[in-house]
């Protein structure tokens, strides 16, 4: 279990040897089939078929372990089984599992690589392989990365289908009748006679039998749920109020705990005085953190006055204390020692920009907090068989190891239970929750006890998306773009990251200082993009869509800004430079969906921008009116391909959201510092986008790609870049810096 130290989300470390180009793992270990965590404990008569499908005489359960995070992960797991194992939704229930090697992740050794997504070459794919085998060994369980439905769409099905042929010989066994001549429908077995043997009167002799190797997949149209819209198993629940999240669980004996950690990330605490909180009602301990203080009690609310009643003495921050001198040091890192990588350089460059005339431009993208609605939250218990923790994470097998740290026991002693998420957006993808939890049960032991954040401390103790900067200078000759010389400079979320895991920094280039921005598939003749690493600052962590979220904005408004200086059409000279076919018809099909070129209203404006992150091409259009209140965005045109798409009504939605999430954050959020604290501590201070300024959003998905893809963060990207440039096309201003509402306000 220690192993699984060595990786982190984005990046992980793999050995010299690997790294000189020698294997430290021998090809029959990474072939070595994983061990099936159901066949622990099982009771008599049930049949772990595959580490995702148990059966008994009473039920079907279908394991689903990528955490739900309010994505519907659970679902399409669920669906991507139950396609093979023909069950209809209700014939079957589902549990997370627990963290287990045989649920490592497959698809996160696609991002890992210095290489294009959609670069299939032998070295390439080598290097994917190796990664692949490397997550393997360490049992990588990650949700993340938009790679819940790219890891599971063939691992699930060949688990649903496994399942199914087996159950079917078992059936064969009973009856006589040979498997050639048997059937399945509806949760059963079918005879040639009619006569139905439902799986859960098959489980005890199917538990008796090896599992069925080498089945066969069904061809797409066959398939009765892929591809059509499903309602989520979780949507009646939430929809009604009854479904429990983390924060919602409860313990038998249980107490409630707060905390006030050192607001300075990182920072320490020098001494406290808790006299005013030690007589308050309710109160039963004060106990010492890290670099902080907890007050335990019989509820939370109380717990939360108490807490904010102890005087803390807080020592300084260990990055700068004011904002400007993060943005100082940031610009101050385009510099050759902090160059990370070259990652393009085609054409002359430097001869071009010399031809002149050069056009420039900065760009800047703030911190952000990750702010779900769900504050971060976990309950924990430490007894002598062990420790028990129930919290909603994404990295479930760190969390056993950073609890069994603290509790002084092994890994395997740590009982996980997996929680329903009220969001994350990587949020969950940090520790502090549970590791305070954790010393907090370790000096309580034998009592629960549930931490819950606050809103304010929620706030402050974010570890929020990097801040960055961008400077580019470009070149138009003869009505198209010439030359585009774009450098980017932001700090390493996945160093940060990597630090609080107790990694070093991992080897070679970090690709998230660059995504968004390298790889997009436009042929300008003389092109190069290089990214900088920032020394870290304030400790930062994975937002939804990572490094996109900051460079791709960069990259595609400065190349809307040489498209209008050339007089060219933005969406005609994006598809001139387009050299990636499934990003010429997702370009191609945004253009037909909002009537591009159709002359717009006075005082209305149109932008385009396209970004490529986790190998999805999107492609958005925003329609915006510039009012006497301010700018009223009014319509989003979204087209993008992700391969496959699972469930259209979820596909739609996560779309939607994410274009929210886009324009909300570029519109009016960002974190600042000020003596060393985050400013914004509650939602009046980080305002998204309201519900009455939510525009019209249209989608389409194609599925052109070969690969599958998933649609969780892509969407994220091209919001921010697609606003400004119809704001610039409705009123004349250039935006170059988030939050747009420091420079124009919105209605």
Same mark, same amino acid.
């Given at each position: ?5 060595t990786?982190a ?5 793999i050995?010299?040897?690997a790294v ?5 793992f021998?090809i029959?270990? #990474?072939?070595?089939?994983l061990?099936?965590p159901l066949?622990?404990g ?5 049949? *772990?078929? &595959?580490p995702w499908?148990?059966?008994?005489? =009473?039920?079907i359960?279908?394991?689903t ?5 309010g994505q519907g992960?659970?679902?399409v797991q669920a669906?991507?089984i139950a ?9 079957f229930?589902?549990?997370?599992? /627990?963290?287990?090697?045989?649920y490592y ?6 991002e890992?690589v ?5 670069d299939?070459?032998a =070295? !390439? @794919? ?5 990664i692949?085998?490397v997550?393997?060994?360490?049992g ?5 990365g938009s790679s &819940?439905?790219p890891d599971?769409f063939d691992?699930?099905r060949?688990?649903? %289908?496994?399942?199914r042929e ?13 498997v050639?001549?048997l059937?399945t429908?509806?949760?059963a077995?079918?005879l040639p006679?009619g006569k *139905?043997?439902k799986?859960?009167? $098959?489980?005890e002799?199917a538990?008796?039998?090896e599992p069925?190797?080498?089945?066969t997949?069904?061809e797409?149209s ?7 819209p499903?309602?989520r $198993?979780?949507?009646v629940?939430? =929809?009604?109020g009854?479904?429990?999240?983390g ?5 038998e004996?249980?107490?409630h705990?707060?905390?006030k950690?050192?607001?300075?990330q990182?920072? &320490? ?9 030690k007589?308050?009602?309710? #109160? +039963?301990?004060?106990?010492? #953190?890290?670099n902080g203080?907890?007050v ?6 109380r ?9 803390c003495?807080w020592?300084p921050?260990?990055y700068p204390?004011e904002?400007?001198?993060?943005w100082?040091?940031v610009a101050?890192?385009f510099?050759? @020692?902090?160059?990370?990588k070259?990652w393009?350089?085609?054409g002359?460059v430097e001869?071009?920009l010399a ?6 431009a900065?760009?800047r ?10 504050p971060?939250?976990?309950i924990v218990?430490?007894?002598?068989d062990?420790v ?5 994470h994404q ?18 002693q740590v009982?996980y239970h997996q929680?329903?998420a009220g969001g ?6 940090e520790?502090?929750n549970?590791?305070?939890c954790?010393?907090?049960?370790k000096?309580l032991?034998g009592?629960p #006890?549930?931490?819950?954040?606050s ?5 402050a ?7 960055g900067?961008a400077?580019g +200078?470009g ?10 010389d774009?450098?980017v !400079? /932001?700090v390493s979320?996945s160093a940060s990251q ?6 070093? +920094?991992?080897?070679g !280039?970090d690709?998230?200082l660059?995504?968004?921005a390298?790889?997009?598939p436009?042929?300008v003749p003389?092109?190069r993009m290089r !990214?900088?690493?920032?020394p870290e600052l304030?400790? /930062?962590?994975s937002?939804?869509?990572?490094g996109a979220?900051?460079?791709?904005f960069?990259?595609?408004?400065f190349?809307d800004e040489?498209?209008h200086?050339?007089g060219?059409?933005?969406?005609q000279e994006?598809?001139r $430079?387009?050299?990636h076919?499934v990003?010429?018809?997702?370009? @191609? %099909?945004v253009?037909?969906m =909002?009537?591009?070129?159709a002359?717009l209203a006075p005082g209305?404006?149109?932008g385009?921008?396209?970004v490529?992150?986790?190998g999805v ?5 925003v329609?915006?009116t510039k009012?006497d209140k ?5 319509k989003?045109f979204?087209a993008l391909?992700?391969g ?8 739609d939605?996560h779309v939607?959201?994410a274009?929210v999430?886009?324009l909300g954050?570029a519109?009016?959020?960002? &974190? ?6 985050a ?5 009046p ?10 525009p019209q959003?249209?989608v389409?998905g ?6 599958i893809?998933?649609v969780?963060?892509p969407p994220?990207?091209?919001a921010?870049?697609a ?6 096309a ?5 935006l170059r @810096?988030m939050?747009?509402s420091k420079?124009v306000?919105?209605v």
């Open positions: 279990m220690g192993r699984v130290a990786i989300r984005r990046s992980f470390l050995g010299s040897a000189a180009g020698g294997v430290v021998g029959y270990q #990474v072939k070595k089939p061990a099936n066949a622990d099982l009771k008599p008569g049930a049949a *772990a078929l &595959t499908v148990r059966i008994d005489k =009473s039920a359960t279908l394991i372990p990528h955490t739900d995070l992960a659970y679902s669906a991507l396609e093979e194992l023909d069950l209809d939704f209700g014939q229930r589902i549990e997370p599992g /627990t963290p287990a090697p045989a992740n497959r698809a996160l050794s696609g890992q210095p290489f294009n997504s959609h299939t070459s =070295s !390439a @794919e080598a290097m994917r392989g190796v692949g085998g997550f393997k060994l360490m990588l369980m990650v949700t993340g &819940t439905v599971s691992k699930l060949e688990a649903g %289908a496994t399942a087996t159950l079917k010989l078992a059936a064969s066994r009973q009856s006589g009748v040979p050639a001549q059937k429908a509806r949760g077995v079918l006679d *139905a043997l799986y859960t009167e $098959l489980a002799v538990a008796t039998l069925v190797q080498g089945v997949l069904r797409p066959a398939w009765r749920l892929i591809g059509k499903m309602q $198993l979780d949507i629940a939430k =929809s009604t009854t479904l429990r999240y924060i919602d669980q409860q313990a004996g249980m107490l705990a707060a905390v950690v050192n607001p300075r990182g920072g &320490t605490l020098n001494r406290y005085d808790d006299a005013k909180a007589g308050l009602r309710g #109160v +039963k301990h004060i106990l010492p #953190v890290t203080v907890a335990v009690a019989d509820n939370s609310w717990a939360f006055q108490a807490v904010k009643a102890i005087d003495d020592g921050a260990p204390a904002m400007k001198d993060h100082a040091a101050a890192s510099t050759p @020692e902090r160059l990370d070259q393009r350089n085609e002359q001869q071009a031809e002149g005339p050069v056009i420039e900065e760009y993208a703030p911190y952000l907090a990750h702010a779900p609605l769900e971060l939250n976990a218990r430490v007894a002598d062990g028990d923790v129930w919290v909603a990295m479930p097998r760190f969390v056993q190891q950073k609890v069994a740290a603290i509790a002084g026991v092994k890994p395997e009982r929680q329903y994350s957006f990587g949020h969950r993808l520790f502090e549970v590791t305070l954790a010393e907090i049960a000096q032991r009592t #006890v549930k931490l819950t954040f809103r304010e401390e929620d706030f103790h974010d570890f929020p998306r990097q801040i900067m400077r +200078k070149v138009v000759k003869n009505g198209q773009v010439h030359a585009l774009l450098q !400079a /932001t979320s990597a630090k609080r895991l107790g990694q070093a +920094k991992p080897p !280039a690709g998230q660059a995504a968004g390298w790889n997009q436009f042929a003389h092109l !990214a900088y690493q920032v304030a400790p /930062t962590s937002w939804r869509s990572v979220s900051t460079q791709g960069f990259a595609s408004a190349l040489l498209i200086a050339a060219a059409d933005p969406l994006r598809l $430079l387009c050299t076919a990003s010429r018809k997702v370009l @191609e %099909a253009g037909e =909002s009537n591009w070129g002359k209305r404006g149109r385009l921008a396209f490529d992150s986790f091409p999107v492609a958005e259009v329609e915006v009012t301010g700018i009223r965005i009014d989003v979204v391909d992700v496959r798409v699972v469930d259209p009504v979820n596909f939605n939607k959201g274009v999430w886009g954050h519109m009016n959020c960002e &974190t600042t510092y000020a003596d060393g604290m400013q914004q501590r509650n939602f201070q980080f305002q998204g986008m309201r519900l009455d300024q939510c959003i249209a389409r194609l599925e052109n790609d070969p690969h893809r998933g969780g963060e994220v990207p091209p921010a870049p606003l400004a440039a119809a704001i610039f409705a009123t004349g201003q250039r @810096e939050p747009f420079f306000g919105f």
